[in-house]
């Protein structure tokens, strides 16, 4: 069976009763409407239904889908082409196809007031479905929004085998790209350089992105937008880059290695901290342990480092419990990933948080993205980090409450490093984990050789 249908059959058992209607999304003009953005096509519908032309539409009624796509005119594809063969796409997904002028007759056929949906991210589609169905979605509590999104969140989840080797194949592009990265940085180049070399790895293989890129010697600012600075001797160059296949499936992987192919001493001595935060909280992947203490065993680890730094002082599990650790580590330790490079945060922390857990309040735990037991099937990133971020460490209010744990003279000579960040792609497995993104340097010096195509 073609994985999407299988997905649409497991969707129909676990939520049988109630049609489902979900948007592709449309395209959006940048400037002009001829000059439209690239188009991407909503997660949601790209599980259940594949790569389809902006603007279609599916109901999902029991193990029927019904796809609704607008007819290429003669006009249209003496630019574009004829577009998709209905009759081989219904073959291939098993489905039914109709023009999109019949969706509202459709509708009213199986009563709109019985559909349940999920939000699109796209403006103009909410804005047609909330007209469709006469009311916003709501996913709260039990309203068949709400119920949905239980069920596909449970679905998503779980990655099957089509989705795993889809994730296989986009985090070896992924790696790649870094590999490229890591030669193309020389002293005297530029950020945009590197960025040059690491999406010239995807488009050749004719992937995309699945974020905007993060290539920056700013490495202490945890989502730097822009590139383009200098490169100069002593930076340390943050790259945080994934691939995006056609289908949507997303890879994450940060790297930092010094610009000049050597590490300062103070960089290589936090980096280190970080690969062993990274390592130990890896070692917890696996089935039933609950994301929440993985992040944990990385604050320990990055505390212990500190500590031996001279740059925290105490007892480590101390100043875990009074995120001090935060100071320096202040997000959390991954998230979720799939078809959305943060897999389905579109549902707010539905996806991430089992139910009854919600987000902490506390300084060093407020950003954790997931805290869920972790189950065969989870993809899950791994990326703790150090970072001197003026607006953290030279608070006044904060430097008064960790006065007695933080060794401010010392964290001052750490400055240089700016920003660390290892970031890896695992799988679970049901006896422990899979690393997605295998084939990376890690160790200090083999991170060094990797650097304007040394090795």
Not at 179 to 200: H, K, Q, W, Y
Not at 296 to 304: D, G, I, Q, S
Not at 375 to 388: D, L, R
Request: include cysteine.
């Amino acid at each position: 069976m073609h994985p999407l249908v299988q997905r649409r059959a497991l969707l129909a058992k676990r939520f049988p009763e109630t049609p489902v209607l979900l948007f592709n999304g449309s395209e959006r003009p940048r400037n002009y409407p001829g000059n439209p953005y690239p188009f991407r096509p909503d997660s949601h519908f790209l599980y259940f239904c594949g790569v389809l032309p902006p603007g279609a539409v599916v109901v999902l009624d029991g193990g029927e889908a019904h796809l609704f796509m607008e007819p290429v005119t003669r006009d249209e594809a003496v630019w574009s082409g004829p577009g998709p063969d209905w009759a081989e796409l219904e073959r291939a997904l098993q489905a039914r196809i109709h023009p999109r002028m019949e969706l509202e007759a459709f509708l009213d056929g199986l009563g709109r007031s019985r559909l349940a949906t999920l939000p699109s991210q796209d403006p103009a589609a909410a804005a047609e479905q909330s007209r469709l169905l006469g009311r916003r979605v709501d996913l709260e509590g039990d309203s068949p929004d709400g119920l949905l999104a239980r069920a596909v969140i449970e679905l998503r989840l779980r990655h099957d085998p089509a989705a795993r080797e889809e994730l296989r194949r986009v985090c070896a592009v992924t790696v790649q790209a870094h590999l490229d990265g890591m030669a193309a940085t020389r002293v005297g180049g530029d950020e945009a350089e590197v960025l040059a070399a690491m999406m010239s790895a995807c488009l050749r293989q004719g992937f995309g992105t699945s974020f905007q890129p993060i290539i920056t010697v700013s490495g202490e600012r945890l989502h730097q937008p822009h590139v383009g600075g200098l490169l100069r001797e002593g930076d340390l160059l943050l790259a945080d880059f994934g691939a995006e296949a056609a289908t949507g499936w997303a890879g994450d992987v940060t790297n930092t290695w010094p610009v000049s192919g050597t590490y300062t001493p103070r960089q290589r001595d936090v980096y280190s901290v970080v690969l062993e935060a990274h390592r130990r909280a890896a070692a917890r992947v696996q089935p039933g342990a609950r994301y929440r203490e993985v992040h944990l065993e990385a604050c320990r680890a990055t505390a212990e480092g500190l500590v031996d730094l001279g740059l925290l002082k105490g007892d480590p599990e101390d100043l875990v419990e009074r995120d001090a650790h935060a100071l320096f580590f202040p997000h959390g330790i991954g998230h979720l990933m799939g078809l959305d490079v943060h897999d389905m945060e579109d549902l707010g922390d539905r996806a991430g948080y089992a139910p009854g857990r919600t987000r902490s309040t506390r300084f060093g735990l407020r950003w954790l993205r997931l805290d869920r037991d972790l189950e065969e099937g989870f993809a899950v990133t791994i990326e703790p980090g150090f970072y001197w971020i003026p607006e953290l460490l030279e608070d006044p209010g904060r430097r008064q409450a960790y006065a007695d744990c933080v060794d401010w003279d010392q964290v001052e000579r750490f400055r240089e490093v700016r920003g660390i960040r290892i970031e890896r792609d695992y799988l679970v497995t049901d006896s422990g984990h899979e690393l997605l993104t295998p084939g990376l340097p890690d160790e200090p010096e083999a991170v060094e050789a990797a650097v304007g195509g040394r090795s």
